[in-house]
């Protein structure tokens, strides 16, 4: 079965360090990866994505992401946060098979000054 | 302006009450999403379309009804509301399938009395 995982439900950094938001995934198919965020009281915007392309995808924002099919991981990173990074974060993957569209659950990231 | 819009974005109403919520994204993507948002859930699929006519269920589409009459609209229906479809809704859309990036909406807050 396919599935999600968000490791970390909440994570704290003080601003100006990195960031790593973690996501694992389970799927028997070649999959798609997203990143996206969604800031207090708004909608979901799109971060970043893979489709089978360079295993290094550069976002909005400074984030980046690997993918690594050895370790089936998509982890999140900046390497220096900012204030404006605090929002929840949704790991986000897709089949090429068909259809199917699986969220993680979120991770919440708190910004300390 | 290239945007996903959904209406009402608040709304109060009691059990047993028939709703709609609206849905239009003038980018003429095929495909669109209904997710609810629920904390501790993430988002999670409740009807998807890939194309007018086509509807197919996500993983919670119990107690909602979709449509796809036009390619721009897809209003997500509640017959007979209850309180434990008090959540946040989001519609979305996107070029074709589902590896492509997803366009939210601004969502809707529903509450079921």
């Known amino acids: 079965a396919q599935s999600v995982t968000q490791l970390d439900s909440h994570v704290s950094v003080s601003e100006g360090t990195p960031v790593l938001l973690r996501c694992n995934y389970s799927?028997?198919?070649?999959?798609?990866l997203f990143w996206y965020v969604q800031h207090p009281n708004k909608g979901l915007q799109l971060l970043l994505k893979?489709?089978?392309?360079?295993?290094l995808v550069k976002g909005i924002n400074g984030f980046e992401a690997e993918f690594k099919k050895s370790e089936t991981s998509f982890h999140l990173t900046k390497p220096s946060a900012h204030m404006s990074d605090a929002a929840e974060y949704f790991c986000?993957?897709?089949?090429?098979?068909?259809?199917?569209?699986?969220f993680g659950k979120g991770t919440r990231l708190h910004i300390l000054p | 302006e290239a945007q996903v819009t959904q209406n009402p974005r608040y709304l109060i109403t009691v059990t047993g009450k028939k709703l709609t919520v609206t849905c239009s994204q003038n980018?003429?993507?095929?495909?669109m999403s209904w997710y609810r948002q629920d904390p501790g859930l993430g988002l999670r699929q409740i009807y998807y379309?890939?194309?007018?006519?086509?509807?197919d269920k996500g993983d919670v589409p119990e107690g909602y009804k979709v449509s796809r009459k036009e390619k721009r609209n897809f209003p997500l229906i509640l017959e007979s509301p209850s309180p434990n479809q008090t959540s946040l809704y989001f519609c979305?859309?996107?070029?074709?399938?589902?590896?492509?990036?997803?366009?939210f909406g601004p969502g809707t807050r529903l509450t079921v009395l």
């Open positions: 979305a859309s996107t070029l074709s399938r589902s590896y492509n990036e997803q366009f």
């Open positions: 799927s028997s198919y070649s999959p798609s």
């Open positions: 893979y489709t089978s392309a360079a295993t």
């Open positions: 986000v993957v897709t089949l090429n098979r068909d259809d199917k569209i699986i």
């Open positions: 980018m003429n993507h095929e495909y």
């Open positions: 379309s890939m194309n007018v006519e086509v509807t």
